[in-house]
């Protein structure tokens, strides 16, 4: 299983490896979302796993194909490795978080923007949400529940994202260096 920290490290490592379209893309939010599925299946690629976007409400699943059952002609994954989330729109993105917390995985990902650091009002409000689930035990214990954000000031920098993993009563931070 890949840990948050993990997860977190390969999506910047990826996202760089794509700016270019991702960036050409930044002011038309449809494109830009493909651009970001792209980037999901060049890290699904890496961790030898297989991705389904669109899968019910979850904008990606990750899952191995074993765990991928065919029944009466239609496919339903079993046992995901990860549901990730992406919302565009910057610091509203609580029903992203609601879509995680609906589905049983191994690894929680979540990735938006803000237009600033995020305050910690905000992620209060995210840590209440997913404190009132009953995962939240769960998410504590393996630190498997990220969120990924990207802070608009800093769009063109290496230091875009910041990663945010749910832990007991407070978030670890994580970046990329």
């Not at 299983?1 to 490290?9: E, G, H, L, P, V």
């Not at 949400?129 to 954000?149: A, M, R, T, V, Y």
Request: glycine share 2%; hydrophobic share 30%; aromatic share 14%.
């Amino acid at each position: 299983m890949i840990s948050s920290k993990q997860f977190f490290d390969l999506w910047v490592e990826k996202y760089e490896k794509n700016k270019k379209p991702l960036s050409l893309n930044w002011d038309d939010r449809k494109k830009y979302t493909i651009e970001i599925k792209k980037v999901c299946d060049d890290l699904a690629k890496e961790l030898n796993l297989d991705t389904w976007h669109e899968y019910y409400s979850s904008d990606t699943i990750f899952y191995k194909k074993d765990n991928a059952e065919i029944i009466g002609g239609s496919t339903y994954i079993i046992n995901p490795e990860i549901v990730f989330e992406h919302e565009n729109e910057a610091n509203n993105f609580l029903s992203e978080i609601a879509h995680n917390l609906i589905i049983k995985s191994k690894l929680y990902v979540t990735v938006s923007y803000y237009k600033s650091t995020p305050d910690i009002n905000y992620l209060n409000k995210i840590k209440d949400l997913i404190n009132k689930s009953s995962s939240s035990n769960e998410f504590k214990k393996n630190k498997n529940f990220l969120l990924i954000i990207g802070d608009d000031r800093e769009y063109q920098s290496k230091n875009y994202w910041k990663g945010y993993i749910f832990h007991k009563k407070k978030w670890l931070l994580v970046d990329s260096h």
